[in-house]
């Protein structure tokens, strides 16, 4: 069962507008929320992220914005640039199994094309 | 910003041969490692949160005698997968964390695609 879902696998925006990529998730128990940017053979690289406390967060041209009620988060890319092109994934932080640690648990992805 | 190194970055091996990936922390000491597998079009899963000098603890579901951890410095992590089969076949990534308890500081390696043949 996925815990963490961003159910548009691909999202395409022109340059200049606003880029929202969606983020639903079904596990309570999470308390701290982030987005990750993922090049084509790179490793994912931290974006922005948000505490259940807060219901946004704003850094730069990046936005997320929380709705506990809903489970819902969105990522806000204004004005979106043809470099930010990139698979973003929504990640939930709680704790592992084990016990001992934190853990995150990821979304499947949507890939962005930001058009010329 | 810090790098995180996977190594190999692609490997092909036979069935019932044991493979060893490689993940270090180039410019940073890295208390905790974590290791993920990704299959084609899935998210990132957790296998296992290693600290350095103790043992690995495994997500429920994956064999720990499976897929062995060793985290012997706070700059290197090695995955094996011991006895590879086809459905071992995946995406693996690693990921390290220097401390302080913020999240935003975990840094990924490039990741290791394994083909089980």
């Known amino acids: 069962d996925q815990q963490v879902k961003q159910n548009s696998p691909s999202l395409s925006v022109q340059e200049g507008r606003i880029s929202i990529l969606n983020c639903d998730y079904t596990n309570s128990m999470f308390d701290y929320f982030l987005w990750y940017k993922k090049y084509p053979a790179e490793g994912p690289t931290f974006l922005i992220s948000?505490?259940?406390?807060?219901d946004k967060n704003e850094d730069g041209r990046f936005t997320v914005f929380l709705n506990k009620s809903a489970k819902h988060l969105s990522l806000h890319i204004v004005p979106s640039q043809p470099g930010d092109s990139a698979v973003y994934f929504c990640?939930?932080?709680?704790?592992?199994?084990?016990?001992?640690?934190?853990?995150?648990?990821f979304g499947k992805g949507t890939l962005l094309t930001v058009n010329p | 910003g810090a790098v995180v190194s996977q190594h190999p970055s692609r490997v092909i091996c036979k069935s019932g041969t044991s493979v060893k990936i490689e993940c270090r922390s180039l410019?940073?000491?890295?208390?905790?490692m974590f290791w993920y597998r990704q299959f084609p079009k899935q998210s990132l899963m957790l296998m296992a949160t290693?600290?350095?000098?103790?043992?690995?603890?495994?997500e429920q579901g994956v064999e720990k005698d499976k897929f062995l951890i060793n985290h012997a410095s706070l700059t290197l992590s090695t995955l094996t997968v011991t006895s590879a089969h086809p459905e071992d076949s995946s995406f693996y990534i690693c990921?390290?964390?220097?401390?302080?308890?913020?999240?935003?500081?975990?840094?990924f390696g490039p990741g290791t695609r394994l083909l089980v043949l």
């Open positions: 290693s600290n350095e000098g103790s043992k690995a603890t495994y």
């Open positions: 990640a939930a932080s709680a704790i592992s199994s084990g016990g001992s640690n934190y853990k995150l648990t």
């Open positions: 990921s390290a964390d220097p401390g302080g308890g913020a999240w935003e500081t975990q840094y």
């Open positions: 948000i505490s259940s406390i807060k």
């Open positions: 410019d940073f000491q890295a208390t905790t």
